[in-house]
């Protein structure tokens, strides 16, 4: 039995146990897209980085001797004009035969040596353990908005709640008119902006700037950059992503990065966002640390029913006080501060 860094030999077998262990339980063919996109893809990514660690059985036949796995991916930031590497956690997850090693997965990602680590993906058996080794939680004050689309999302938001099937058919029977209604006087609030395709976004002088953007209009990712315009003026850069969530069936938009916190603005565009998507949406959402106006936007304020976490520790950390991650882009390692 051993704790070895994972290298890309190893993939083929990682995603045949991670198909079986890791939740939600997803085809060998979609880990080995996340591997591309995690790694093979990811110009942060240097040959000297470590993609990860496996707990490894030497006495199991070969191809079958991955027991355990945490991922490792490597993202670079510009804060207050320095570069700072982060090396972001996903996807712990152990063979329950072999769970006394697992907490060798995290010492071995602990060594490494980064600016900052991150971990933005915590599940309820991760999490306490994340804050017991000195991780600060730097999402406490995310909100979140929706636009909801249908019933089927509002059920989804109700289960969090409630446990009744029926109560739940009888409340979102209830509320969808109140929403759809809602939406449409919304709409009488609206501006007259535009949308179109770019290939950059710059950042305020105030946040913390993601470098090489470029990489996440790569093909799996379903993300889209834009610039709002209104009356050919410049108004704001926008980064969507067109999430199909195999846990809850939802299809939905999601808002990644944005300085227009002004959502009468967004619900302006949400048509053209649908469209440039090109594929049904469940709702759209956007997250931000920001206490903004919702009323008759056509947005509601559902963050009691998210809880948000992202964890960081390192020696740079102090760059990161008065700092809120308002936007994660999950196991990519992609979040936005400010």
Known sequence: MSIRELNRNDYNELA????????????????????????????????????????????????????????????????????????????????????????FLMFAYLKQKSDLLVNSTSGDMSEPIFKQVGFTNFAITHKSFLLISNRKSLKHFLRKKLSNNYLIELISLLLYPICFFYNLFSSFFSESLELKECDKIVFKNNEIEFLDILWLKSDGFNIKLHEITKHDTHVDYIVSQYVQNPVNELNYIQILYSNLYNLRYLNSIKSELISAHQKESDFIMISNCKNVGWILTGFIDISRYIHTTCFAMGDQIKLLNNKHCSSIFGEKGFMIWN
């Open 16 to 103: 045949k146990f991670l198909s079986i262990f890791a939740a939600p339980n997803l085809p060998v063919e979609t880990y080995q897209k996340k591997f591309k996109i995690w790694w093979d893809l990811n110009t942060h990514c240097e040959d000297s980085d470590l993609l990860g660690w496996v707990i490894v059985d030497e006495n199991e036949k070969p191809g079958n001797q991955i027991k355990g796995f945490m991922g490792n991916i490597p993202r670079k930031y510009k804060i207050e004009g320095k570069i700072i590497k982060t090396a972001n956690a996903t996807s712990w997850f152990v063979n329950p035969e072999y769970r006394k090693q697992a907490i």
